[in-house]
């Protein structure tokens, strides 16, 4: 063989671990790609809740009559929610519709009263005067308490009427960093 064949040949192997360093030594970025996003468990956490809720109340509900779903407020503060608590309210009714329950949309409505950047929030008071205007039948209501690394979440469905609790599910998220930017006031 050639000399500077060889040459050649022991300096592209000299080169490599060189190469092979650089490209492990860039930084990676703090973005979430497909499979760290597809994998979240906000979705799931937020999917089982519903599912559950949904066990809960097989045979007490009507199929003719719409359950309404109210914004997921801060318990501290009931009259303040974030993106999390709307977002959380939003996989809450779609799972529920998902599952065969009616639902119904109060974002296009015009007589429910829509605090700017809350969402549909719902005050005991409230709750009467709004379901019976919509003919429904249970609202879906809940709260979120944050603490430094956790979200707790509940949720229950309310008979309007009686103020009963016919299902009810308390579950919890780590707050990773997509939940924490969910959670800055906006």
């Given at each position: ?5 060889l ?13 092979l ?65 709307r ?100």
């Amino acid at each position: 063989m050639p000399t500077h064949v060889l040459t050649l040949a022991r300096a592209s192997v000299l080169a490599l671990p060189l190469l092979l360093g650089a490209c492990s030594s860039t930084p990676v970025k703090d973005e979430g790609n497909y499979s760290t996003i597809s994998s979240n468990q906000f979705i799931d956490a937020n999917y089982k809740a519903a599912d559950s809720l949904m066990h809960q109340l097989n045979g007490k509900l009507m199929a003719d009559k719409p359950l309404i779903m109210a914004t997921i407020v801060n318990i501290d503060a009931l009259e303040q929610t974030t993106t999390l608590g709307r977002l959380v309210s939003e996989q809450l009714s779609t799972r529920l519709a998902q599952g065969g329950l009616s639902m119904l949309e109060m974002k296009l409505r015009n007589s429910v009263y829509l605090k700017r950047n809350q969402g549909e929030l719902m005050l005991t008071r409230e709750i009467g005067e709004v379901a019976t205007a919509h003919n429904a039948q249970a609202i879906v209501v809940g709260s979120y308490a944050e603490t430094s690394d956790m979200v707790f979440i509940n949720i229950k469905v309310i008979q309007p009427n009686t103020n009963f609790v016919l299902a009810g599910q308390d579950y919890v998220l780590a707050k990773e960093a997509i939940v924490r930017s969910m959670l800055q006031r906006n």
